[in-house]
């Protein structure tokens, strides 16, 4: 059983930066392919970033291409999203999750994710 458990969501002003944190246990995190979702009330949960088992593929959302940064320390079984040039539209619960498998492409079907942490607020004022 994986475990997944986010950190690092707060309040930033328009323009700031955070970086979010997911720590996993329970399972053979470095061979698991690693997502971060987010979900805005009313919204559907919606792919954000994703990184492959190794770290050497990764994937974003059009909407934040540019702005986030995914990455992993598989040594400490963690992956982060660095998250910068942050807009009101990025305020979200944000999730990280982890398909369990070892995927040579990153997966952008949240259905395809197994495995979720709790969630953490990011809020962006204007």
């Known amino acids: 059983q994986v475990q997944l458990v986010e950190s690092g969501g707060g309040l930033v002003q328009a323009g700031g930066s955070l970086r979010l944190s997911c720590a996993a246990s329970?399972?053979?995190?470095?061979?698991?392919?690693m997502g971060w979702f987010r979900q805005a009330p009313g919204k559907e949960r919606a792919f954000v970033a994703g990184i492959t088992w190794s770290g050497s593929i990764t994937y974003y959302a059009d909407s934040v291409k540019g702005r986030f940064t995914i990455s992993r320390d598989n040594a400490k079984n963690t992956v982060f999203l660095q998250m910068t040039s942050l807009r009101p539209e990025d305020t979200a619960v944000y999730y990280c999750?982890?398909?369990?498998?070892?995927?040579?492409?990153?997966?952008?079907?949240?259905?395809?994710?197994?495995?979720w942490g709790q969630g953490t607020q990011v809020t962006v004022s204007s």
């Open positions: 329970g399972g053979t995190f470095s061979s698991y392919g």
């Open positions: 999750a982890t398909t369990g498998a070892k995927t040579s492409l990153v997966v952008t079907t949240t259905q395809r994710y197994y495995y």
